[in-house]
């Protein structure tokens, strides 16, 4: 059965650091997006992207933060200089339909930020 | 505003006994859609249903069911005889339908731990 699929599983990183969370969703998905879970928290949405753009972004998303397509398979999340408040669990998601179809989720990246 | 209630933090409950995970949600628009995602101790998001809001029929999948009910605005999904691997996170979400926001909007989740 298809599946998104995400790496690393586990990033470290210092703070003021640089990363980037790759995705690959499910192959014939059109809508992508991420979604953070701080630990023991609820799942927060980050952004959408449709049709090689932003669709909506959230508060938390700002400028620190940018999503890229690169190619027809990956789907990638960077964080421009980290802060330790971005630790958290970071989910990619897929959708084929709309943005109310079923979003199948990856495993999640952890992110440590030190 | 897109809100979803999930009143109990944490439940506990012997091996085989029925359980009930309630979700509230608050939307103003009439075409939406509500899921419930299960997240066990390894961490990922398990799709489990997604149901519209024109389908009020109740659902039911091997132990899982769910009852939906537009007048109390609410969408609960019952256990019957629970088993320790149901043990996990459920998380109820709303999606609104019509382009306004694109996005899951998650309940806080509930934590069930079955015991044997």
């Known amino acids: 059965e298809p599946e998104v699929t995400q790496t690393p599983s586990h990033q470290v990183t210092q703070m003021g650091q640089e990363v980037i969370l790759r995705c690959v969703p499910i192959s014939n998905h059109l809508y992508f997006y991420w979604y953070r879970q701080i630990l023991g928290q609820k799942v927060e949405f980050l952004v959408s992207f449709y049709n090689n753009e932003i669709s909506e972004k959230s508060e938390i998303f700002d400028d620190q933060f940018s999503v890229e397509r690169p190619d027809g398979s990956n789907f990638t999340l960077k964080i421009r200089s980290t802060k330790l408040e971005d630790s958290a669990m970071y989910f990619c998601?897929?959708?084929?339909?709309?943005?109310?179809?079923?979003?199948?989720f990856g495993p999640g990246t952890r992110l440590t930020v030190l | 505003a897109q809100k979803v209630t999930q009143a109990q933090t944490e439940i506990s409950v012997v091996e085989k006994e029925d359980v009930t995970l309630d979700c509230v949600y608050e939307?103003?628009?009439?075409?939406?859609?509500l899921f419930w995602y299960k997240q066990p101790p390894s961490g990922e998001l398990v799709f489990l249903i997604r149901?519209?809001?024109?389908?009020?029929q109740n659902e039911i999948s091997g132990r899982y069911s769910w009852n939906f009910q537009k007048s109390t605005s609410s969408f609960n999904f019952t256990i019957t005889a629970s088993q320790v691997v149901d043990s996990a996170v459920y998380f109820c979400?709303?999606?609104?339908?019509?382009?306004?926001?694109?996005?899951?909007?998650f309940g806080t989740g509930t934590l069930l731990a079955v015991q044997p």
């Open positions: 149901r519209n809001s024109f389908d009020e």
């Open positions: 939307t103003r628009d009439t075409t939406y859609y």
């Open positions: 998601a897929s959708s084929e339909a709309d943005f109310t179809d079923t979003q199948y």
């Open positions: 979400a709303l999606a609104n339908y019509g382009g306004a926001t694109n996005k899951l909007i």
